[in-house]
């Protein structure tokens, strides 16, 4: 019986831990207390204080470029790094229809339109060999610039997702984006601590923006951060997020119409202490997927969503996919019940009310991923 | 000689504390760190926890509405509160020149216009009566909506904003927007705790935005919240700045494009510590008004300015009005070189390079007030 093989598996991959098991919760074992408190008993909680330099500084380092800059969220961090690489009012940006509702937000929040593409079955990202294929018949160069003949919007950029952790193949996607003259910019909101052929994959791009909600592998409370190498476009990011004021002693000049983006010192605080778990994090993370490697090693009924042979995975939310198309929700129903609070992958994009007359490729393999994958418990404190 | 007798006035309302003196800082003297530790004890940092709700219903009460939705910051609720409340792209929203860069920037972000409007000498708030002279020759009523017959533009909403703390005139405000269709809507980021004709002025008008930026009489560190009486713009609120997710136990759908604008529960833990001490943060700001008013009692070069009549207002920030509207550079220089932190009132909307070709009446009251508004050190622990 199907269902009772799944759980026994994860109950066999988790062990005995008191249910309900959350999908994801986050772990404070560190200095979370003392910079926080030092931030109340300093006053420095909101936009002075030293932590949100301190945090982007690690950040920084810890994801192998040169600049970060915190943000309240991983939203606003991915709609101000589109701005930023030039996409504007009625542009169609190039990204995935299974994602979070978060990138095609980012993308509506520059008033520009998302532009649906498929995905591999093996990493659940951008396929960038059939987007090649794609490009190729539907669009043309103009002065520089990219086109959808079909639509006559120019294509502004090209947003990978590295979904659950997995890096995209970044390598591919350049080639294409070089092709096409677009800007690569990722939406690394899952995938901070993972590695692409060796390196952090947000050292891949021109920009990527990472995300510290309370779901992810560490937290700032809610949180973000755009990465780059360079330090024109932090500049403009740090600029833009913190209302586009001047430097001035005194005076209140603005030079742009800029966004209140900034994080606040008390959550860079905790972001700092957790940031320094995240080594401990990745490990936990390790031991958890090894449990369920085993667990589901041999199980017929579905299987254990690994990275892909280029990657070393943070495997932030772990995956099972269903080999029956037709049983997700049966099978949603009883591990939901059993006390393990299981999640299928988002509804894809073009399915929603509001995106669902944008463009888009065939998207097949996004479709029947939709209907295979499921999300299992993925808490740091089960590798620990 | 002006100067001295201006920093006299100042040493002697504060007294012999030490320099430099902050314009403006935040005050922790309550349970802040009890309800911050138990949401790092607990792990509910982040959109999960119950000190949001909390926060909410406790905020609620203090401004005499039925609702409040707390989010980032107060940007992002004058914006939300702005698209709830009809304002569409292309429309014109009136709102006073003289404010800060904020009101603006959240007209801009709906892909709105901002339309500046003139401010009375007593309150620098929205001048209604110039106000409705101005709409009677520049407007029109057709199809139930008004026009702006030099733009041929919609003007959707009226925004005063409570400059300093000290409420406008929402009486006068309110029967300009009834005469003309508009829904009146408050940017009361600065004036939590003052009352208009003893009722909260967040009571007034459709909606008000209030901020808890670590300048504000209190702080979530950053955070804001939209308040309501109306339940049904109150559930639109939620549901969009929450990513416009419909419930369901585990699919993801959205039915609208949203925004992740929610406060954390950590954020919100501190605002429910500091809520409780709001009123005693009031008390302490009029005694810093005592002082003030008697200190610039007799000092001929400038006026304390106070509250209206019919309002009894936080006084967030205390300011002084020189009576030479030439002095004021080398005012700010002087009294930022003896230690005391003072700015000028912000520089005008439509000074801003992106706003100089916003529609405006005539606004010569407030480039008269720009010359010679000066903010004086204001911070609670100075009252108590």
Redesign the interface.
């Known amino acids: 019986m199907t269902m009772q093989t799944l759980l026994d598996a994860i109950t066999t991959a988790l062990g005995d831990v008191p249910r309900p098991v959350p999908l994801h919760?986050?772990?404070?074992a560190g200095q979370?207390?003392t910079y926080?408190?030092e931030?109340?008993?300093t006053?420095w909680?909101?936009?002075?204080g030293s932590y949100v330099d301190l945090f982007e500084q690690k950040l920084a380092k810890k994801c192998g470029v040169k600049h970060a800059i915190s943000v309240?969220?991983?939203?606003?961090a991915l709609q101000v790094m589109l701005r930023l690489v030039g996409v504007r009012a009625g542009d169609e940006v190039l990204m995935p229809a299974l994602t979070?509702?978060?990138t095609a937000?980012a993308v509506?929040?520059c008033?520009a339109i998302p532009h649906f593409v498929e995905c591999e079955k093996s990493t659940l990202a951008i396929d960038g060999k059939k987007l090649s294929d794609y490009l190729e018949k539907i669009a043309h160069i103009k002065d520089g610039d990219l086109y959808n003949k079909e639509t006559g919007c120019r294509i502004a950029a090209l947003v990978p997702v590295h979904i659950f952790g997995h890096p995209a193949d970044m390598d591919a996607l350049q080639q294409v984006a070089d092709q096409y003259g677009l800007p690569l910019v990722a939406d690394a909101a899952e995938s901070l601590g993972s590695l692409y052929k060796g390196k952090p994959v947000e050292s891949y791009g021109l920009c990527s923006a990472v995300s510290f909600?309370?779901?992810k592998i560490m937290?700032?409370?809610?949180g973000g951060a755009i990465l780059t190498n360079s330090s024109d476009l932090a500049a403009k990011a740090k600029h833009l997020t913190t209302?586009a004021?001047q430097p001035h002693?005194?005076?209140?000049?603005?030079?742009?119409?800029?966004?209140?983006y900034?994080?606040?010192?008390?959550?860079a605080a905790?972001g700092c202490a957790q940031l320094e778990q995240l080594d401990d994090f990745l490990l936990a993370k390790r031991k958890i997927v090894d449990a369920y490697s085993r667990a589901f090693d041999g199980v017929n009924e579905a299987s254990f969503h690994k990275e892909p042979d280029y990657a070393h995975s943070n495997y932030w939310l772990n995956a099972i996919v269903l080999h029956d198309v037709n049983e997700r929700d049966s099978t949603?129903a009883a591990l939901?019940q059993a006390g393990y609070i299981?999640?299928?992958i988002?509804?894809l994009m073009h399915r929603?009310?509001?995106y669902e007359t944008c463009p888009r490729m065939d998207l097949s393999i996004s479709e029947e991923m939709e209907a295979r994958v499921i999300n299992i418990p993925s808490s740091v404190k089960h590798g620990l």
């Open positions: 919760e986050p772990y404070f979370e207390w926080v408190k931030c109340l008993d006053g909680v909101s936009s002075v309240v969220n991983g939203t606003a979070f509702i978060a937000n509506s929040h008033n909600n309370g779901n937290t700032t409370g809610g209302t004021k002693k005194w005076e209140f000049v603005h030079d742009e119409i800029g966004y209140n900034r994080m606040p010192n008390i959550n905790m949603l939901n299981c999640r299928p988002w509804r929603m009310a509001m």
